[in-house]
């Protein structure tokens, strides 16, 4: 997905698209939200390892 597939508008934006904000949007679906986006940061660059420390 690129900037032009993004809602004009949104109920609820989490930030982050890891383990946590996955966790984070499915648990609010769950919970009755209907409205959630997730956005994380583009591609990032090869450098052979993880962008978590």
Do not use: I, K, R
């Amino acid at each position: 997905m690129n900037t032009t597939d993004l809602p004009d508008q949104s109920t609820t934006v989490v930030v982050g698209a890891g383990a946590v904000g996955c966790s984070v949007a499915y648990h609010l679906t769950e919970l009755g939200a209907e409205d959630v986006t997730v956005v994380d940061q583009g591609p990032l660059p090869v450098t052979g390892g993880s962008s978590v420390h």
